[in-house]
């Protein structure tokens, strides 16, 4: 029973470590006024028939601060790659010079900030219904040790335990929003 409680508790950490980490990487999606390859994480283009990500299709680098330069493998891929920006709808107007695609991110209006933060708070919110909903399964899955023979004392500080874990990675995910907002609203 023992073990099998320890892999109970190693999951729920484990799987509320990767909302944490999915968080993160969903926040990186969100525009804080600087340039960051991230940004066309959701750009897919036509290749030959085939949906691509964008990153498959060439080098994304970020010269400065206020622009990203897209250098597809295959020249032939321009006009293609500047269409799959055009349809992410990403509010970003890709110029194409013949060899690079290059966009300048405008600077976000007070507006657009705000909204953003919005974004990035409902982002956050799913994520703690995902450890909410973490704990709740473990908190199933150690009742039913209870029912097959482990002690109840050892449930009980198991419970208490997925609640400790549930709210460290509750004020992480606060943490990483708390960061993510002060990015956003800087000038």
Not at 13 to 21: P, R, S, T, V
Not at 24 to 34: S, W, Y
Not at 43 to 63: A, C, M, R
Not at 145 to 172: C, F, H, V, W
């Amino acid at each position: 029973m023992a073990d099998e409680l320890t892999l109970v508790m190693n999951t729920a950490h484990e799987d509320m470590e990767k909302a944490l980490h999915h968080l993160e990487h969903e926040l990186t999606k969100v525009r804080a006024g600087k340039a960051s390859p991230q940004m066309l994480d959701s750009v897919f283009v036509d290749y030959y028939g085939t949906s691509t990500p964008l990153s498959q299709i060439g080098t994304i680098n970020t010269p400065d601060a206020r622009t990203l330069v897209i250098q597809p493998w295959e020249k032939s891929m321009l006009g293609p790659i500047e269409k799959g920006i055009t349809y992410a709808n990403l509010g970003f107007n890709p110029q194409n010079d013949g060899t690079v695609i290059r966009i300048t991110v405008p600077p976000l209006t007070e507006e657009r900030r705000i909204a953003l933060v919005k974004q990035a708070k409902d982002t956050t919110e799913h994520g703690k219904i995902t450890i909410r909903s973490i704990r709740k399964d473990t908190n199933i899955a150690v009742k039913t040790l209870i029912k097959n023979g482990l002690p109840e004392d050892d449930g009980k500080r198991s419970e208490t335990k997925i609640q400790e874990m549930t709210d460290t990675y509750i004020a992480k995910l606060d943490e990483v929003l708390k960061h993510k907002e002060k990015e956003i609203m800087t000038v």
